[in-house]
Nanobody, 123 residues
Framework: QVQLVETGGGLVQAGDFLRLSCAAS????????MGWFRQGHGAEREFVAA????????YYSNSLEGRFTISKDSAKNTVYLQMNNLKPEDTDVYYC????????????????WGQGTQVTVSA
């Protein structure tokens, strides 16, 4: 099992930036990828970005327009999401997820989750 703890959410104005962090513990040697997802009230959890644990390859939602960047610090077992030029529509609860599967491609493939961190962007 992998435990995940997110930090870094908050209330910002449109155009501002935030950096979310996700610290992993437990079976980190078995992680294949980690990702960031977001979920609005009553909505499904949607993919934002992901990064392979054992390579620098990254993946992004097409809707981000290049505003977000995912990165990792393997020595700290931590993944980051740098969010620039935030918009009110980015307001959501952001979750960090981890998958131990070698083949993944959907939200359902991620089986470890953090508690979520609220990001609120005011106009």
């Amino acid at each position: 099992q992998v435990q995940l703890v997110e930090t870094g959410g908050g209330l910002v104005q449109a155009g501002d930036f935030l950096r979310l962090s996700c610290a992993a513990s437990g079976r980190t040697d078995s992680i294949d990828a980690m990702g960031w997802f977001r979920q609005g009230h009553g909505a499904e959890r949607e993919f934002v970005a992901a990064i392979n644990w054992n390579s620098p390859r990254t993946y992004y939602s097409n809707s981000l327009e290049g505003r977000f960047t995912i990165s990792k610090d393997s020595a700290k077992n931590t993944v980051y999401l740098q969010m620039n030029n935030l918009k009110p529509e980015d307001t959501d609860v952001y979750y960090c997820g981890a998958t131990l599967k070698k083949t993944w491609g959907t939200v359902a493939d991620f089986d470890s989750w953090g508690q979520g961190t609220q990001v609120t962007v005011s106009a």
